[in-house]
Nanobody, 119 residues
Framework: QVQLVESGGGLVQAGGSLRLSCVVS????????MAWFRQAPGSGRDQFVA?????????TIGDAVKGRFTISGDSAKDPMYLQMDRLEPEDTAVYYC???????????WGQGTQVTVSS
């Protein structure tokens, strides 16, 4: 099993930047991919933000944040970051870090970190 802890959220004005971090503990060697999701207030659903696959180094960025957000991190042994630039009020959400492990049926989730963007 793995455990995930996010940090770096906060209040920022529109146009500003934040960097979120996700630290993994436990069996980090079993993690092959990590991702960020977010849930906006009142949405009730999780929106995909970004994903990174460690073996290939490939990344995928969600359409809503493409060109503004960057995901980085080479393995679950090191922190994974989500650099968020040119933030918009629509980016206000709880941001969750997830990890997929070999042989696992579902992803592990962190507790989330709140990001609030004021206009």
């Amino acid at each position: 099993q793995v455990q995930l802890v996010e940090s770096g959220g906060g209040l920022v004005q529109a146009g500003g930047s934040l960097r979120l971090s996700c630290v993994v503990s436990g069996r980090t060697e079993t993690v092959y991919s990590m991702a960020w999701f977010r849930q906006a207030p009142g949405s009730g659903r999780d929106q995909f933000v970004a994903r990174r696959w460690f073996e290939s180094g490939e990344t995928t960025i969600g359409d809503a944040v493409k060109g503004r957000f960057t995901i980085s991190g080479d393995s679950a042994k090191d922190p994974m970051y989500l650099q968020m630039d040119r933030l918009e009020p629509e980016d206000t959400a709880v941001y969750y870090c997830t990890a997929n492990v070999y042989g696992g049926q579902s992803a592990y989730w962190g507790q989330g970190t709140q990001v609030t963007v004021s206009s």
